[in-house]
């Protein structure tokens, strides 16, 4: 598999890596098939996007088209941001293997559904909840929730379980009360360590 040097640049020196503690948008995509996920972060002023960061699980097409996406939209007008497609993402990395390509379709749509989530918040009076509150509120055990890989419904939670789908075994952030993968060391929604 040969990629374009840029393509190795962003996945050996990705830009804007992290979290942004309080984002005025967040958004969050994954592909059950290949297992990447990629979590964006935004803050915005005057309609422009300010700040940005990502957090991507995956391989290293995916964590390249996070990095080149940030240095996109970076800058720009909430309008401009939306208008970053997939395609424009693997052309600015001078194109990405046939078997990669959606890992540029998760970037674009991270970014976006960041700034819908922004746009959400604005359209709703700008009332941010505190941080992990509505993810807490959305897992409280007993009530219907997804599986943060394969988005297969999770019903009747424990502290810890295994995803009926996907079989990956599943437990609950202390921070965020998101489940995430009990083998990984970091939670997948927020990145918090994960004591085992």
């Known amino acids: 598999m040969i990629y374009s040097d840029k393509v190795m640049d962003h996945f050996q020196n990705p830009r804007n890596v992290g979290t942004i503690p309080d984002a005025d948008g967040v958004g969050e995509v ?3 098939v290949c297992g990447d996920m990629m979590t964006f972060y935004i ?7 300010t700040d940005i960061k990502f957090q991507t699980f995956g391989c290293g097409a995916a964590i390249a088209v996070s990095s080149m996406v940030t240095e996109m939209a970076l800058g ?3 309008e401009e941001a939306l208008a970053i497609t997939n395609d424009k993402v693997a052309e600015e990395l001078g194109g990405l293997p046939k078997n990669k390509l959606h ?5 674009a749509d991270a970014l976006h559904k ?3 989530d ?4 604005t359209a709703a009076g700008g009332v941010k909840p505190p941080a992990g509150a509505a993810a807490a509120q959305d897992h409280e055990h007993g009530e219907e929730c997804n599986c943060p890989y394969c988005d297969g419904p999770l019903e009747g939670m424990e502290e810890v379980c295994a995803c009926q789908h ?3 075994e599943l437990v609950e952030c202390p921070e965020c009360g998101n489940y995430t993968n009990k083998a990984d060391e970091t939670c997948v929604s927020c990145g918090a360590k994960i004591s085992k």
Do not use: F, H, M
């Not at 922004?118 to 918040?121: L, P």
């Open 76 to 78: 720009k007008t909430i």
């Open 114 to 116: 960041a700034i819908e």
């Open 166 to 168: 996907c079989d990956i």
């Open 118 to 121: 922004y746009q959400a918040k």
């Open 30 to 32: 994954g592909n059950p």
């Open 103 to 107: 890992c540029s379709n998760l970037g």
């Open 43 to 49: 803050k915005v002023k005057d309609n422009r996007l």
